[in-house]
């Protein structure tokens, strides 16, 4: 699935969304026309393995979700925005196509945490068997958990996981990461801004605790300046937790490091 949402007048530029792990291009569905609003041509990607992608019959590792992002992508674009797994993925193609975009929202990148990841996978496992078992239980489940959400964020999550090739996730999530998190966000050439949630439980209930945690977000604060570390009140799901906050910090960063030019 490709999702597109217009400005109603010329473009300020472009704007690339990409979803986290068991998700799809859905998610974005009250960001991606926010963004349009204030002047953005937005588009949001399904990754391979999630959506209406064909199921891959063989393990989710990150070149091949790197490269199945990048034969879809649609050029050069202004900003690019990745959450959870999404935000890796953006930094890799950032990293290996350093033309490709002058800014990047990091929205709760994961670290490289085993245990974390043997987590995610177990909750993954559970899940997926209860949307085709149970899907209104799951459905409760969510709701009362992510009391933030509107109902359309809990439809969208539960297609997501349905959606989903799970075994590839799974195989994906259980092999050893290919990635350094601190040194994509240190060598970045673009302006980058993380959106993270606190390190710790959500008094209000979110959902997952932030997946940008220990030495990892220690080395990642440390990269950034304060301003381009920023810490929402939410869970994993700050998109869908605070998105009107989440659009209102994307547009200060984005005035900052690609200012709208006045035409003639």
């Known amino acids: 699935m490709t999702l597109r949402w217009e400005p109603l007048g010329p473009a300020r530029g472009r704007v690339v969304l990409l979803h986290g792990e068991m998700s799809h291009a859905a998610t974005w569905w009250r960001i991606g026309p926010a963004l349009a609003g204030l002047g953005w041509d937005v588009t949001a990607l399904d990754l391979p393995g999630h959506g209406e992608r064909p199921l891959l019959n063989r393990p989710l590792h990150m070149p091949a979700i790197v490269q199945g992002t990048s034969e879809r992508f649609p050029g050069k674009v202004d900003v690019l925005v990745g959450h959870g797994l999404g935000a890796i993925v953006a930094l890799v193609l950032a990293s290996r196509y350093v033309d490709?975009?002058?800014?990047?929202?990091?929205?709760?990148?994961?670290?490289?945490?085993?245990?974390?990841?043997?987590?995610?996978?177990?909750?993954?496992?559970?899940?997926?068997?209860l949307v085709h078992s149970d899907r209104d239980q799951l459905m409760r489940r969510l709701r009362l958990a992510n009391p933030r959400w509107s109902p359309e964020d809990v439809e969208h999550a539960v297609a997501g996981m349905a959606a989903a090739d799970v075994p590839a996730i799974l195989a994906g999530l259980r092999a050893p990461r290919p990635w350094?998190?601190?040194?994509?966000?240190?060598?970045?050439?673009?302006q980058?801004?993380?959106?993270?949630?606190?390190?710790?439980?959500?008094?209000?209930g979110s959902?997952?605790?932030?997946?940008?945690?220990?030495?990892?977000?220690?080395?990642?604060?440390r990269a950034l300046s304060t301003e381009r570390f920023t810490v929402l009140p939410g869970g994993h799901h700050l998109h869908r937790d605070v998105p009107d906050l989440w659009v209102k910090t994307f547009r200060e960063f984005v005035d900052t490091v690609h200012p709208l030019r006045d035409t003639p």
């Open 207 to 221: 959902g997952r605790l932030s997946a940008l945690r220990g030495i990892d977000r220690l080395a990642v604060e």
């Open 100 to 129: 490709l975009t002058e800014a990047l929202v990091l929205e709760e990148p994961p670290g490289a945490r085993t245990e974390d990841r043997e987590a995610l996978a177990d909750s993954i496992a559970t899940d997926s068997a």
């Open 192 to 204: 980058a801004l993380v959106l993270a949630a606190p390190d710790e439980p959500d008094p209000l």
């Open 180 to 190: 350094d998190l601190p040194t994509l966000v240190a060598t970045l050439r673009a």
